[in-house]
Structures are given as C-alpha cells and as structure tokens.
C-alpha cells in the first residue's frame, strides 16, 4: 500500500454523524490526497480519472471507529492472527484506529516491540497502536521501563488477561503512572476467586455442570483499584466491564473524582449466560458472559453514561483451540467485524439509544481516553471516515470472516447495520460488494 | 422407538420416551432372570463403551446389557489425563467410526462433551457421565427403581443428600425426579450448594429430612474431587449429613435408600446402615438399582438399535 497515490474521494448524500457536537446531518465530504477538504450540501468535484464516488444516500457516515482493545496476536501466534490481518477485519468493520493489547510472544514490555508494532502499523490497512506491559513479561513482578515505552508510543498500559496480583506493585505502578499521566487499562480478575472457572457463576453454570466463575472474583478487584486510583490519582481506564456491581462502583468512582473510565465489549451487551446451554465453546470469554441481569445493568450504564467506550476485546482463536470440550478450549470470541453491527443491533434498534450518543462510544469517547485526535470528522484532517448502510440485515457466516480465526460468538446472529466503506489513513481500504 | 437416538441429558427426555424406556425395562428385567440370559435382538451391530475416564459399574452394566442382546461390544479405555490439548477427542472418535460402530457409550471428565461429540458424528450417542453435568441412564435406572418399589411417582418425597455441586447424578436425577410429579429437597451445606440457590428447595442438615422422606437418595461424597469448595472433615459431615443406624430408625415405613454407588462406607453411610438387617436392612436398596440398571441400559440399547 506504500506509496501509491491516493485517489481523491467524494461520499454524497450521507447522514454525517458528529459524536463530538452530539449533531447529525446531511452533507457531502470530499477527500483530496487523503485531507478531508470539504465538508457540505451539494459540493461538485470536476470529474476526473482519479476519482471514487461513493453514493452514501440511505447511509450514515461516521468517523472511523477507535478500538481500544483488541488481541491481533503478533508476534508470536501469526497463526491466530497478525496485524495486518488484524487491521483488514477491523476495516472491514468500520474500524480506523485500534489499540493492541501486549500478551504477544515475545510480550509488548520493551521499545524494540513497541516500535515494531509502530512500523507495521504503518504498512496495515488501519492505525495499530501498542498497549504495553505494566509489568515485565506480565508476570506481575517487575514494573516495566513505562516512561521510555510511553516516549517510544506505547499509547496506554496494561496486563490484560491478568490482574497484578501484587496490591503494594499495582498501588507503586498507578503512582509511577501519574509521573507521565499514563493511561492504565486494567483487566480485573482476582484470580483466586475466578480459579479454574470457566462460565458466569449462577443458574446456568449450576445446571450445565461447568465450573463458575463469580462475579465477585471482577468486583473485588474492581473495588481494590478504585481504592488504589483514589489515593495515588491515577488515571485507571476498567476494560471489558461485565458485571452489574463493576458498574455500581464505576459510577460512584467518578461522582467522587476518581479519574476512572471503562468499557464494554459487544459480546457482554449481546447476551446472556443462557447461551452456554449449547456448550459453544466461542461463547467461552473472560470475563464470562454474565447473567442478564447484569447486561441490564452495562446497557444502564451506556444510557446514564458510566460507560465510555465499547471496545471488541478481539480475541483470535484457532479451531484446533475452539473445537474441544468446554474445560479445554481457549477463551475469547474474535468481533472486530461485528463491532457496529452488535452494537447497533442491540442499543439502537432495541435500546433506542441515539446514533450520535452509540457512535461516540465508538469513535470521540475512546479517542478521548487514548489521548488521541481521532474519531472525528473534521476539514484539513487526514480522513478516517466509516460508511454504514443501517438497513441492511446480515446473516453472520464463517465463510465471510476475514480475521485469520473465525471462533466468532455471532456466527449465526443477524446483525443489522452494515458498513459498506472504510477510509482510513485517507485511503479507501475497504468496500463491500 | 425412542424419538431422539442420542441420549444426552435428562431434560430432552419427553414423559413419553420415559415410558417407553421403563416398560421396556420390564420386558428386558425377564431376560436377566432367565436361565440363558441371551436374546438375539441386537445380533450383527457394535457398540464401543468409550471411557475417558475410569468406571466399573457402569461400563460393565453396558457391556452386560450389550451382549444381554447378542451385541458385539468393544471396549475402549483412556484416562482422562492422556487425552490433553492438541489430542483431538473428535479426531479418536472419528477412528472409532471409521470401523462402522452402530453406538457409542460415552464417559468423559468434561462437561459438555456429548453435546461437542453430537455435533460431529452421526452415529447415536449415549451419555455414560459428562464431567459434572449429566449422567441421564442413572437417572433412569433410578427412577425404574422407585418405580418398581413405589409403583408410582406422583407426590413421592425425595431427599437428595450431599455434594450437590460436584454431582452429576443429582442434576440428571433432579430434572427426571421432578419431571414425574416428585417433590425434591436438596440436602447440601453451602459450600456443595450453587451461590444463590434460593430458587430449588434446600435444607442444610439430614435431620430435616429423615422423617417425612419417602427415598432418601444419598450422593458419594468425593473429598478427592472438590478442589476449593473444601467441607471441613469427615465429622463435621457425619454429625450433619450421614445416614447413621440412628437416622435410619427415625425414617418412615416404606420408604428406601438409594445411592448410585460406589458408598464411602463411615463417610455418607455408617457401616452399620450398610449392613444392617431385617426392616431397616431391607430399605437399601443399592444393590437392586444395579440390577435395574442392566435392564434398563438394555431398553436404550434396544430401542435405538433394534
């Protein structure tokens, strides 16, 4: 993709969607070299070679979503995934920008894979940005070097699929954070209460016979670093938020002025534990999917805005992984392609949720914590612009998946609203048939 | 004819494919008590009891049953420590099928796993325990005990005393129990109970129990097996929840004892309940539920090969 020109670029007739004024409108946008140059009703472009006309009539048209947590796998497990293809699932989701949790192999704790995730983000169909390791080698031991990760790109922190066990580590590496005002993102789990656990603690678990996993072992946790950013004023981001209790405590943090934010994946919004009675084993995710008393209360949440984003937690998975007894199989669903459509699906058509307010925990909102200047659309800036056809119905299907893994939770579903083009460093990278 | 030719779970059983399976039992009890106990029903098909984890009672219930019925039956024993990730159990299976197997008796440590099998081959399977989830033959064979002994179900008082979280008899059990019109209790401490189990009927002691029960069902109560759920000791469960001679002598007239076997005898059950006699004796029935068990692994075999 390096170095090729960029064709000039002209979407007619979409609903723009303004997330960061909370407005929407229609209008035209034209894209020169890759800068979005004009942004109104009727603009007319001399017809020439080089131009894609893109009829956005019936269609919304967004910033490009900002994905802050997503497994693309490399280096270590290219089999699963790797970031460029990685970047073209997000793509083909309508996802610009992504952020990268760091359990690769070698694991993200040192410059030299910061930056190689940097170089390759520069050759992917999308922006890839390194999350690093809190502590080395996410062991939970040694703090990692975060002011020379931090000065390299490492855009936030964390030891996702593991909390750091060590209370007195945790409180010194949120003190350290706020040297640099770092972004932590944590993944809270006390592992002893969450043990070999492998589905939500409750009714479902009682009857399948598999071995539960409490909402406790998310909320102590939750409750030990809301404690923790108090006093040491870090500024702590909870990822993949699942409980009702999480949520609970995430509101009265931020009544009191914790600098805390958190998000949600597509998944906990979508459904309940009820959907283990089938033993799918992609329905196999940390945290578990949880009861829907719990999703009641994320999708609550979104409504009185405790929640900031929502976030894919893109979890690759081979078949050899997925294609096993429950006790077995790897946890994690991949979801970067049905981002939007689950998302829309359940808080726009059923929870009536405004699109600006739902786009902007896609795109302003996670930006906002990240730090970045992404997830709007604004002239004189490189376009990274998302087109979704939100009539359209689409049966999700294995064959269709472009990630390199295809243990998708919604295989099967029928989500609506599809994205029909993606622009993202300037370039349109993806267009459906 | 059985409507499903798999038998996965209690729950998918329909009140008529119960009966089906019970009134053929009758037939099949006949046959064992013969002389010769030989028909040739299922002469020329295969059947491998395929075990991943150890098991005596109920693979040899299986492979009498099987041959009971002139069935040729294979064997096939793994522990369940060998087969690790990256040893498909759908690759092992598929080599089964490839030899033109008519059923296959699963055992497997993992819950689940009959749904996962199920859904890759096309032969009828039947559950022989799946982890911690199912075991629906010794559900049935249980329940053709009570009847056998009450000749009805409607309104029966069932306590079911012990582990109730580790326990996939209690799960196959409680659904078919209740299934037939019986009331259940639960007889647990908290630590073998689900987190929040306000919605089924639970005691915490046998005390609460002994009396009114018409079946005192009692679990094995695996020490081995809980991992972090710990019961204090052996005392502490034999002052709450043990059938001692005691116990026994407060239950009511008529009503019996079961228990899926193998008994931790001093630990669920006193030696002296074990082997007492005369009409406290007579209410262990343990030993004509494996009598029933062959009679009723026949009536499957036999209604989804015959």
Redesign the interface.
């Known amino acids: 993709m390096k170095g090729n020109k960029k064709k000039n670029i002209l979407i007619k007739s979409g609903r723009v969607i303004d997330p960061q004024h909370g407005k929407e409108f229609v209008s035209d946008i034209y894209i020169k070299d890759g800068i979005i140059s004009k942004v109104g009703e009727n603009i007319s472009i001399k017809e020439d070679d080089d131009i894609v006309k893109i009829n956005a009539e019936n269609c919304i048209v967004s910033p490009g979503f900002v994905d802050m947590h997503v497994h693309l796998r490399d280096p270590g497990f290219e089999d699963e995934e790797t970031i460029e293809t990685g970047a073209l699932a997000a793509v083909k989701g309508g996802i610009t920008t992504v952020a990268c949790m760091p359990n690769t192999r070698p694991v993200i704790d040192s410059q030299s894979l910061v930056k190689y995730v940097l170089e390759k983000s520069l050759e992917s169909a999308c922006t890839v940005l390194p999350v690093a390791a809190m502590t080395a080698g996410l062991e939970g031991k040694h703090i990692t070097e975060m002011g020379l990760l931090a000065e390299t790109g490492a855009i936030g922190f964390s030891d996702d699929g593991n909390s750091v066990n060590d209370s007195r580590l945790m409180y010194e590496i949120m003190r350290y954070s706020t040297q640099f005002d770092l972004l932590l993102i944590l993944h809270e789990e006390d592992s002893l209460m969450s043990g070999e656990g492998l589905i939500h603690e409750g009714y479902f678990s009682t009857i399948l016979g598999l071995e539960g996993i409490s909402s406790l072992s998310d909320d102590l946790m939750i409750a030990r670093d809301i404690t923790l950013a108090r006093r040491s004023g870090a500024r702590i981001h909870i990822t993949h938020l699942s409980t009702k209790g999480g949520v609970e405590m995430v509101r009265k943090a931020k009544e009191e002025g914790v600098r805390i934010t958190c998000d949600i994946t597509p998944h906990h919004l979508f459904f309940n534990d009820s959907s283990l009675t089938s033993f799918n084993t992609n329905f196999k995710v940390k945290p578990p999917i949880r009861s829907e008393e719990d999703r009641l209360a994320l999708i609550e949440g979104i409504k009185e805005g405790v929640i900031d984003a929502i976030a894919s937690d893109h979890a690759p998975h081979l078949d050899t992984e997925k294609n096993t007894t429950f006790k077995l199989a790897s946890f994690g669903t991949i979801s970067l392609e049905t981002l939007f459509g689950a998302s829309f699906s359940k808080l726009y058509i059923e929870e009536k949720i405004s699109l600006p307010k739902l786009i902007s925990l896609i795109t302003i909102s996670p930006a906002r914590i990240l730090g970045i200047d992404a997830g709007k659309i604004e002239v004189g800036k490189v376009a990274n612009i998302t087109v979704i056809d939100t009539e359209k119905e689409e049966e999700i299907k294995r064959e269709n998946i472009v990630s390199k893994s295809k243990n998708s939770v919604f295989i099967g579903q029928k989500l609506k609203g599809k994205v029909i083009c993606t622009i993202s460093k300037g370039k349109l990278v993806y267009r459906s048939e | 004819m059985l409507r499903r030719k798999s038998i996965t779970d209690t729950e998918s059983l329909s009140l008529e494919d119960i009966e089906l399976i019970l009134s053929n039992a009758d037939s099949f009890l006949e046959v064992s008590r013969r002389d010769v106990k030989k028909v040739p029903t299922l002469r020329g098909k295969t059947i491998v009891n395929l075990f991943f984890e150890p098991s005596t009672r109920t693979r040899t219930s299986f492979e009498i049953a099987a041959k009971r019925l002139s069935a040729d039956l294979i064997n096939f024993s793994s522990s369940g420590s060998s087969i690790k990730?990256?040893e498909?159990?759908?690759d092992t299976l598929k080599t089964m099928l490839s030899m033109k197997v008519d059923l296959v008796v699963i055992r497997?440590s993992?819950?689940?796993?009959i749904?996962?099998i199920d859904r890759?081959i096309n032969v009828p399977v039947i559950n022989a325990g799946?982890?911690?989830?199912?075991h629906p033959t010794q559900a049935l064979l249980d329940l053709y005990t009570i009847r056998k002994k009450f000749g009805k179900f409607e309104g029966l008082k069932v306590a079911i005393i012990g582990d109730f979280?580790n326990s996939?008899v209690a799960?196959s059990n409680v659904n078919l129990f209740e299934k037939m019109g019986m009331e259940v209790t639960i007889v647990s401490p908290t630590m073998l109970l689900?987190?929040?189990f306000s919605?089924m009927n639970v005691r915490h002691r046998i005390d609460d129990v002994i009396e009114e029960s018409d079946i005192i069902y009692i679990l094995r109560m695996q020490f081995e097996r809980q991992?972090?759920r710990f019961y204090p000791s052996i005392m502490e469960y034999n002052r709450f929840l043990s059938l001692d001679s005691r116990r026994l002598r407060k239950m009511k007239p008529g009503s019996i004892i079961m228990h899926p076997g193998p008994v931790n005898r001093g630990i669920e059950i006193t030696d002296e309940v074990m082997d007492a006699t005369g009409n406290f004796g007579g209410k262990i029935i343990i030993n004509e539920q494996v009598t029933y068990g062959v009679a009723v692994r026949m009536a499957l075999l036999y209604l989804i090969l015959g």
């Open positions: 990730k990256g498909s159990i759908i497997h993992d819950s689940g796993v749904k996962l890759f799946d982890g911690k989830h199912q979280i996939r799960r689900p987190e929040d919605k991992n972090r």
